[in-house]
């Protein structure tokens, strides 16, 4: 151990509380704002799913993020370690375990995604979409779906979705400092400066109007049990939750890091650019007449269609996926760390061994699974092929089961004035208030609405 910090030597940290805030935002934001929000925010209604949403990442998202950072600087550890530092039964190794398998089961499907994000990039450079700007509103429509599913088929996906673990493993090969810090440091402003730009444009398109109409009109009678359940798996999958990836993070901030501070910071921009996304895409969706509720292939067939029309506006959409490809990278950095920081630390394997394994074991299984054409490609479970099965059981399954946990371990079983301690970084920050607070929503408000939506979505209980 270092004799100043008492950290264990050569465990890496964050340099500065602005790189913490890229790092962790660049985890937060990913797919799932840009992918998953909109097309979900499509295909439950809109206005009344945004707000029940937020609603989720203020009594669900925040506590447990805070209680995740708070479990993971304090004992400066991996998502399973963290309960041998705390000395705590070992029970509670199942939130690092489950963290294991939803990190597997996320980035079987995510990859794939990112695989076709990186395709889009290949195919903006090559001038694939120029000639959109040349077809009627129809005409274009029908050839920007043709171009989405012929990214789909046959074995380039694949391939592609090799190259999008590749380039996570590479970076990760180099570390918490000079892998992730610096790769999430340069690139997350440029993120965030390109989706407002992206925005903007769309909110000029003759469809703006409609679009924002949908995502503000509030029609209640939209929300059914499911779709409660898809906004608080959203909450979770958004904000990195329930799988000790804000562990794993919290363990490499810097001791000075004001952990409330971050977790607002990262909660607020990151429903900021899920908002922009809606903004860039549902306007597109109402100009050129296409379904909102028109699930994961919407962002590939909006986005084309918007900046075709623009002067520049092959290099703005290849910029615009460029970002999102570093958008999808940066977070699935953070997913990956999971069984890396477990498997280094754990079993005290080699950090480029652990890589190794991890990505290469993410990738075939995600090969073989999630494609149309791939070997168990039209496998069904339950009336889902494995790709929405992954989603469905990661987000709306591992993930909220995974907060409950910890919700319940950090308030029920951990000292209070550990947890205050720690988020006051020694009395330092605010008075403790804040930490009541936080402790009155964590022991008695977050459980029992994570309880009831669970309820809800078994039937057993009508909300
Ligand atoms: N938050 C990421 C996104 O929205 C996904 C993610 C989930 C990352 C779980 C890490 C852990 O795209």
Redesign the pocket.
Known sequence: RNEETGLPLKRETFSTSLTVFFATLG???????IW?FPYMTGMNGGGAFILVYLLFVLLLGIPIMLSEFYLGRKTRSNAVGVFDKLKAHRFWKIIGYMGLLSALL?MFF?STVAGWVYAYVFRALKGDFRFLKNLGLEEARAASEGIFTDTLTGVSPMIWQAVAVLVVAVILIGGVKKGIERVTKTLMPVLLLLIIISAVRALTLPGAGQGLAFLMKADFSALTGSSILAAMGLAF????LG?G?MVTYGSYFNKDNNLMGTSFKVAFSDVAVSMLAGLAIFPVVFTFNLAPEGGPGLLFQTIPLVFSMLPFGNVLLTAFFVLTAIA?TT?ML??VEVPIAILTEELKMKRRLAVILTTSLMFLVGVLTTHPDAVFGTVEVAGKNLFDLFDYLSSNLLLPLGGLLITLFVAYFTKKESIREELTNGGEIGNGKFVDALLFVLKYITPVLLIIVFLNALGILSL
């Open positions: 985890s937060a934001v990913g797919l799932g704002n998953k996320i995510y999958f958004k904000l990195s799988m990836t999808s977070a953070s997913m």
